[in-house]
């Protein structure tokens, strides 16, 4: 029997059950303070009447499954070629999903939704991260029957090859013809060269921790702080820390390039009919494919030391459909040199991206910067030592240093901070230590926002962020006029073309 | 869980030879967006803004009273409660009020706009061509009011979605119909 989807169908009638039990679950996630207050703070008799209303809390969701039950339809409008939703009670909703835009449709069992013997069928377009429509329950033959109309040119996958697995086929095309492989020298110099910032997070976090525990002992009397300045002398203190210090960067640097290897070990790029297969990993080789077509930001990054080794890392992010994970994991390369970096451009690309011309933001950008890192900090930290913490005032030092070097960091990151355009490229300089240049081609582009504050209107000054299929790419404050000249072009070349993001 | 995953190939479209032609564009002719008159909110919205508002007042003074009859220590200070209160939302009034005139949206032969913001002014322009899907969506007090909102979604995550809220219905479903029938051409 074929069901017949252009008349607005309901869920099998089983389906009020995963209704209810859902609804159960949304409300008893938002209730649940509400319920373990209820049952520690009144007392007997109130308890009592939270005992006896259950019933009837059940009563009530059972009423609203069965409505959300009764209100969720959805029907195929041939004549439009859409797939059209409609739910909810109070709140209504009605989606349509143009069938051209459905990339996957994915028919799944819970452990619920096998006990009852029903199947949800989920309904995914490009991007966004949420299913776009699911359907909880409905019997197995339905949904087969339903997303074979959703799909009629049907082309099945085997697995997601936009993420990161193993695979040996691609392994073997790879030993087959390479195109780069990176050596171990350079995986060496990427350990030795990257993850300064995080190095220093956990260096702080180190002394952080030591200093309480520190802190801790002499407070319950084990050591006496009195005792403990005077046992070592000044000196010692200063030969022991930077001791620990040198000992713990070294500790860091090694970490980093086991790191590195382990994760990066026999890095091989071969080319195939226009796409780099990757494989990389010193215990499980990890493969991946990048199509041309799909890939939406490439940034290269490198600083001061490895661009005197000759080094630097790409991460290239691919439009992903559905799947949360593969949408934020860009895919890193690391350790190319410059001409392998322009070989996997001109590749990719189909040129290597020059940099036209540079938009540069306005001084207040720093100003900004500066107030939110530095003068804030500074304001929370006198008013908290000058009300009642003075003790905190003897660290003056400390805060000198911090001033210097955020100072510095943030002039460098607004010295770097730099739009350039082109008639194929878009790349943003940004970075203060590792620089980097996220390249994106004006095809690519999903939406544009313009933004500008209500005072720099006179100053002509504004924002602008370029929304892609893997993720955004932003600028702010720079000459508004120019941003938008550019925002109407970018526009106009969206429009007037039909060539694919994705 | 047993899943299978199918996946439509993109419809790769090319461009007929005969027809193409490549001329420099004169980038100053080109239609500006910042040039659009933007079509206000229904007023209706206000409406349903201030209902909202006076439900959330509503629990603000019901807990401010609470306090006040309940906890004593509060008593001496509760002329200041009620000022602060009463300022607080005086100040979210205003604030609305602005939210609201400054909302408005335009539709172009090849894209749509939507302008909000307070401080700052955000304008999201998104081409038609790049709509994934659209959702109109009906709220409970909104249908009184004979309003519905307008769900625009691409494909580059939810920064780059748009939201009409406070459109006429009929509006609203004319609307849609628009988006729908501009997608398909686009393919």
Redesign the interface.
Known sequence: MKVDFSQPQRQSPIGVLIMFFDTIQQYGRALWPLVVIGIFKFDAANRLYIFLSIPLIFIVIGIIAYLKYLNFTFFLDNK???FVVTE?V?????????L???????????LLQRIIGVHALDVD?????DK?VSIKAVSHELALDL?SVL?N?????S??QTSETENPEIQAAISEQPFISISFLSLLKVGITSNYIRSLGLLLAFFVTTYDYAVRFSNHGIIDEDQFVNYFDKGFVMRFVGILIVLLLAAILIINVFRTIIKFFNYQIAKQSGSLLLSFGLFATKSTIIKP?KVQIISVTQNYFQKKFDILELKIKQ?T?GEKEARKQAIEIPGCNKNEHIAILKLLFGEMPEKGFMLKPNFRKLGFAVFLTIVVPLVVFYSVALNGAPNLLEYHYGVAVYVVFMGIIQYFSFRNNRLFINDRFIIKQSGAWDISNEIIEPHR??????????WHKSLNIGSI?L???G??VGFQLGNFEKI??Y???W??E??T?????? | ?????????????Q?PMENFTNET?D?TQ?????EVPFAPLHPNYWKLTLIHLFVLFLILAAGLGFGIVFNNELIPYQWNLIVAAAVLMLLVLMFSRIAFRKKGFAFRN??VLFRS?I????????????V?????????IS?YLGLAKIEI??????????EIPGIEKIQAENI?QLL?GK??K??
Do not use: C
Request: hydrophobic share 35%; net charge positive; proline share 2%.
């Open positions: 439009n070629d859409e909810g109070f709140n209504k909703t009605r989606t349509t999903i143009q051209q835009k459905i990339q996957q449709v994915n028919i799944k069992q819970s377009t490009a991007g966004t991260n776009e997303k799909l040119n049907i082309r099945k996958v697995e997601n077509e439009a459909n582009i999903q939406a544009i926002t313009t933004s500008q504050l209500f962020t929304h892609t299929a993720g955004n938008r000249n925002a109407n072009l526009l106009y969206m429009e073309s039909d060539s694919n993001w994705m | 869980m047993d899943s299978v995953i199918f996946r439509k190939s993109p419809i790769q479209n461009i564009i980038t080109l239609p500006r967006f910042e090849h894209d913001g401080i700052a002014t955000n304008t999201i322009v998104i081409p038609y061509n790049r994934q899907h659209v959702a109109l969506h009906e709220g409970f249908r979604f691409t494909a580059g995550g939810s920064s780059s979605d748009i849609k729908m997608i398909q686009q393919l």
